[in-house]
């Protein structure tokens, strides 16, 4: 059987674990890495740019807005 990629929009709640020489900082690039990532790049290797360190520990779905939307099948867009 084929099988096929269906990807899907959804809401998440993480666990971001920043070292940082304050607070200030650490808000400002877990920021700047959640505001639009590569899951591989950042999460799972961690972000490090020699001041700050973000990892992201832990996901969970946000049951509570809405389910997951389909908005691709195979690259190609759903309407």
């Not at 607070?23 to 990532?37: I, S």
Request: aromatic share 10%.
């Amino acid at each position: 059987m084929k099988t096929r990629e269906y990807a899907f929009d959804v809401k998440l709640f993480a666990v971001c674990r920043v070292t940082a020489s304050s607070e200030a900082l650490a808000r400002e690039a877990m920021n700047d890495v959640l505001q639009a990532c590569d899951v591989s790049e950042y999460f799972l290797d961690g972000y490090n740019d020699g001041r700050t360190d973000v990892v992201v520990t832990e996901f969970s779905i946000n049951e509570d807005d809405s389910a997951p939307v389909l908005f691709e099948i195979d690259g190609d867009e759903v309407e």
